[in-house]
């Protein structure tokens, strides 16, 4: 039997192929500021650098704190498996990012296969967004420029005694330990232990490393080579209500009114598949449910109401699109529709074009991008890893890219119009953090999502910790509460005629019998949205640091608190902007730990101040979710309105938190494609007890003013 | 930006061999009787085939019913991802087994990624024993010889419109769908989908096509084309005993003592890990625990046990077979050990010389093969799948052939010793009918344990649904009927220090608090056993006709009732050999659906007889298990003994089920590693109302006889 000979190797071929690539270290080049880039052999044409929509910041790239020296090396080989990258790990290194991990946080000690998947309720590597993204506490990051389902061993894998460095098969006695003292070694940090990434039937790899020196600015560097955050438009904001998936016209009307009526803010009405004709796959053509969308559209926009459409990327043959894209998609259907190639400009202009002609010119704002990730744990209805399409991917690195070529294609539309929009979406992956979607799942545990909110800020993506259902009043409230502390504070009503607060039972509330104590219930979700709605200037403030500086909005506390070991493993708090740290509760509890970093802070509701650097427990009235704000910080909180386009809205009680001067800056935002911003500072003056709004650039229309000012000592 | 180019391709070097090789039918070549061979690219040299330790039983393959020509076509295509197949399938053809799939029955529908795993508790196709290999309910089978990472699409993605069935990029309006009216084509059967079976990392693959006429055959000829089944020695098929892992000498003996005392009949005591100076990894030296292990052995021998050892392939540097391994092991730790390669025959000898100077000389009889699986549900604690070895194999494939190289170096000792062994493993693969192990889980399911005896025997594995402990007395006593009517009938009390039955709670088992009622529960319990003990004979023979034709003794009530479309997804009953059909219950249950497949059957406790071909439902009192027998067959029942050394246990009622004449042969078996069988048929003449024993060839020792002969009708 061949098989057992002594030393076999697949062909003689490869084994050439392995011996000219041994696994050795690669010089980097500069990038851009603060960026290197490692070639390793020959990298692939589909990745997403190849296909990016956003150019780098450059300018928020040499804004940031200039380092001289890539700081770590990178050592890369090619051989039949695909291409190897190894990276030194520091003994106490910890590995945080990997995309939208449900699972985990801390990633150092774990194996991660990025395979793109709806509900990964294992912690495989498998995710609704995995990105080849992550920052270590040694202050530096990595993204690997790959669609491939790339696999991570992050620190977990010990080589045996005598095990050469290189990436072929093993001779007797051969040892290759010394092999790896290259010039990028990182220098006296010892070598415990090792990240290894392999990517699959390649033959080479773009390695790109971002410098710190913290963490924070290393994932700044990150977001800003993606091309800067996110920015949301002022409406975005505001509250979101996804309507039933049956609902006709008339129903739209009568949740607008009923809304309105009941004083329940809100600014974007979710539409969900029924709005077509076909759905599942899609023919994007309304529905005789919606018989004049144009004056529907005009009408709820006149209530000052946008609407969001639930969108699926695959094209059923009675869409009058169908035979444009079929020429432009991928060779296996999903649910009997095609699967465009959103790669090519041409199937994104065949898309974009039908989007703006029959939605966006008649008043769609945004769009729920549904079921653009892959299915091996859900039924397996997505296109297999063996497709081919047009633009040469292949169905792996499609999946890979479909989320955020999907997004692209909808992005075109709004570009051409020059508006913004924000809006949802099932998958994304590296680059994303310019993206104005954010992520969700049918994973639906409050405290996973709590997690996501924390997690996804760590590879520029957002989550939305919807509220879809509850089981008890106290479940809807505690969910709703973390909703409103998150980039978008959406109830998805998708299977509810009436609102969950008039009756959390499904049946029951579709019979129209409404629960004994509903307007109690409605009142106390109506506090919470309106804190929702207090806090949109601060939030889009973060934001627009977000765009700028590339710093997350929502993050987690060992990003601010690198130095503080605790921090290290807490994904149920999480800072909201800089002043803000969230510790949101679950319907089984009626207390929690929070933990408090060294410095003061003071309990949002109750006004105490507490000295940092402990844990403390805290009974959690119904009515409150636990919110400290950072000594020295400008809270503003606006006026409760409706809807963001009320003048109201911009009328603001600024809270000052300490006893020293604090400020903050707030931003008008005219909701246009390049966005003009108008910075608003507000300053405390802590001797003359005195605060002042001062604004940069021209006024013009909707201004910010402040009506109180309010001291916290 | 290169991506948004229309028609991009990964390299022009890789374009070419694509275009190189279409996806087109390929001739195959006559293997052997009934078996065909498609050779597609350049096949990878590490494949089970390559590195098979059983060579084909041709004699049993020439003994089936001919069949001339191959029933399936197969085509194939190589390009830059790997190695495509398919395979046609017919509008209403089903599909099973991949080996052990724990999750699923019917595999149509799903996709399956074969990796080896540890407790999958998902349906992603990751599993202990992946086997490349399916059956459909067209009557032929196939085996993919791969020991990468395989992705099965079973039937479920279909190509769009205009689709060309070459595996490269697509270009506009391209159609390639007659390239596949080649000479293989099945005809006659139309084409509603296909099986894909994508080989990554590879040039080209060998695929074997077994045929039928039926599914029963065609897993025969499978078996018989791996080496045949597996026989176990008599004593293989007794009851088991594992003994706490804490165990010492002396309590080894107090166990053995006490079974004896108490009546329970066992054949073989298991130990676990601390009969080592180090496990995990392990130095396979004997502690203190122990001071005189050949003394014990030849002491439990005296008293006609057995001892099977816990064994881990992972070694630990202060074994004294470290140093030789070393050069013959992977390049990756795992638990602090070395990973031999037990593809080579250097690794195996030093593996199994070891074993036999220091375990099965003084009497070991097997071992308990394990962790020797891989770990991405499980901690992440295997090699990962970029080691390499020196036999030229990578991670991934040594990983799908682990437990079966794993097995091979203990085979090599019970070979060498020339006696059959028994024993249980936690991962196997292709080609594993002749190994005589018994594969396992730490998923802990009783419904999946009785899905996993019917479900394995597509594969050509074997299963036991172990109990280890009981959430009641009644969890207890159902698993305990479930694993009587298994392959391997053992108790593991690696945690109890006595047996479950005096105390199913751990801590008060350990203290020695029994339950009040345990001498009542103990009787149940060796009830259940003494069934086991009486029902060998009949086991052994069925092993036997295994072994010589390749037929599963345990196996789904599908692949003897094919045409009966009500059998397709049945997975909670099984055959056990030709005449008895068993349906499990659990413990939430006092009753159950039974479906009796067309024909006659009797009530194995009641005697009732019943019209086939109608689902029944049953009270099951607690002390009875749910068993039918066939109209037409004897099934003989041995004297119930301690352990299957005693000469009674020889001593047979023959009980007859119908009215007719009826038959079975037994075999009187020398437990040497060629077996010496000794046929003993039970013939039943219904006229005369008379039975008689016919021997062929010499006798010679113990022999069966019959003592009652005792007509059902």
Known sequence: MSGMAGLMVASPSLLKRINQRPFIPVAPSDEMPGVWKFSIGEPEKITPVSTRRFRPDTEGLKSLQPVEVCPVSVNGSVSERGTLIRIPLKKDELIYGLGLQLQSFQQRGLKKM?????????????????????????????????????????????????????????????????????????????????????????EGVDVYVFAGPGMKEAIQRYNLYSGGGALPPRWGLGFWYRVHSDCTQDEMFGMANELRERKIPCDVLGLEPHWQTHSYSSSYVW??????????????????????????????????????????????????????????????????????????????????????????????????????????????????????????????????????????????????????????????THRNFIHAVAQSGFSGLLWTPEVRHAVSDTDLIRRLQTVVMSPLAMVNGWYLKNPPWKQIERKANNSGQFAANWEELESKCREIINLRMKLIPYIHAAFVRYHLTGLPPFRALVLDYPDDPKTSSISDQYMMGDSVMVAPVTAERTRRNVYLPAGIWYDFWTKEKIEGGVTITVEVPIDRIPVYIKEGSVLPLAKVTLHTEDPESRILTATVWGEGDAQITIYEDDGNWNPKLINTTLAWDSKRKKGKLEREGKPGGLLYSVETWENVM
Chains 1, 2 share one sequence.
Not at 114 to 142: C, K, M, Q, W
Request: proline share 7%.
């Open 287 to 444: 529905s005789q449910r919606f018989p004049d969308p144009a004056a529907m559209l005009s009408k709820l926009k006149s209530k000052n109401y946008r609407v969001n459409m639930w969108l699926q990327a695959f094209v059923h043959p009675s869409s009058p699109i169908y035979n444009d894209l079929l020429p432009n998609s991928g060779d296996y259907e999903v649910w009997g529709g095609i699967v465009p190639d959103f790669i090519t400009e041409e199937a994104k202009k065949i898309f974009s074009d039908y989007h703006i002609k029959t939605h966006i010119d008649i008043g769609i704002s945004g769009y729920k991008a549904d079921e653009c990730d892959n299915s091996d744990f859900t039924g397996n209805w997505s296109f297999p890893e063996i497709s081919r399409f047009p633009s040469g991917a292949d169905g792996e690195q499609m999946h890979s890219l479909f989320g955020l070529k999907y997004q692209d294609a909808v992005l075109k539309a709004y570009e051409e119009k020059q508006v913004r929009t924000y809006g949802l979406v099932r998958s994304s992956g590296a680059l994303a953090a310019p993206y104005p979607f954010v992520l969700y799942s049918d994973l639906y």
């Open 114 to 202: 990025l395979r793109v998947n709806a509900d990964p309720e294992i912690d495989s590597g498998d995710s609704h967004a995995p990105v080849p993204f992550f920052v270590t506490t040694s202050g530096y990051s990595v993204m690997i420029d790959t669609a491939r389902y790339a696999t991570f061993y992050l620190g977990n894998k010990k080589r045996r005694p005598g095990a050469p460095l290189s990436d072929k098969p093993l001779s007797k006695g051969e040892d290759g330990w010394n092999a790896l003292n290259g010039p990028y070694e990182r220098l006296g940090l010892g070598e415990e232990s090792d990240i290894l990434v392999e990517i699959p039937r390649s």
